[in-house]
T-cell receptor, first 114, second 115 residues
């Protein structure tokens, strides 16, 4: 059974709209992350949260807003969608935010912006 | 700037053959290095990791990797592949002493194992 649930798995949006990607982890971890993989590019770190606090933000645009309502939730709200936002978004978690720890990933949410 | 290069986008081998997937990194010091695997319809899973010490590290499913500081490489190897090894393999690093688990990934290598 997957321990990190991402919803939806696939979504299509129109330019200018807003979407929320859901992530829940059932591993009892204290740190959660978002990564993005655009076509023909490596996975790219976006955010890290530890104990529901933002630790690191490598996303230049404020259109991307993580939201943590519970310790095991880290949703990603994307506003004013653009075609360049089309990518697969991966949620991940780790026991703690320490150095070089093992990350556990969800299956990803594939977003297509038309 | 740190980076990871996986020069082979796709590798095809026959079942039972040996395998090497290449990974080169760019970093001024010794990083923490990882190999992750993504099987179809699953999330990425850690295969193995290198922090320090013995340059040859063992991972799950008989995979191993060898760290070479002189070559800035961390190639993944397996003596005999099985069809179930077909997946996408990602090499990644995080700078030594960094916090926050900010991994820098390569683009991935798609491994196809022919029966």
């Amino acid at each position: 059974d997957p321990k990190i649930i991402q919803k939806p798995k696939y979504l299509v949006a129109v330019t200018g709209s807003e979407k929320i990607l859901i992530c829940e982890q059932y591993l009892g971890h204290n740190a959660m992350y978002w990564y993005r993989q655009s076509a023909k590019k490596p996975l790219e770190f976006m955010f890290s949260y530890s104990y529901q606090k933002l630790m690191d933000n490598q996303t230049a645009s404020s259109r991307f807003q993580p939201q943590s309502s519970k310790k095991n939730h880290l949703d990603l709200q994307i506003t004013a969608l653009k075609p360049d936002d089309s990518a697969t978004y991966f949620c991940a978690s780790s026991q703690d935010p320490g150095r070089g720890g093992q990350l556990y990933f969800g299956e990803g949410s594939k977003l297509t912006v038309l | 700037a740190q980076s990871v290069t996986q020069p082979d986008a796709r590798v095809t081998v026959s079942e039972g053959a040996s395998l090497q997937l290449r990974c080169k990194y760019s970093y001024s010091a010794t990083p923490y290095l990882f190999w992750y695997v993504q099987y179809p319809r699953q999330g990425l899973q850690l295969l193995l990791k290198y922090y320090s010490g013995d340059p040859v590290v063992q991972g799950v499913n008989s995979f191993e990797a060898e760290f070479s500081k002189s070559n800035s490489s961390f190639h993944l190897q397996k003596a005999s592949v099985h069809w179930s090894d077909s997946a996408v393999y990602f090499c990644a690093l995080t700078p030594y002493g960094s916090s926050g688990n900010k991994l820098i990934f390569g683009i991935g290598t798609l491994l196809s194992v022919k029966p």
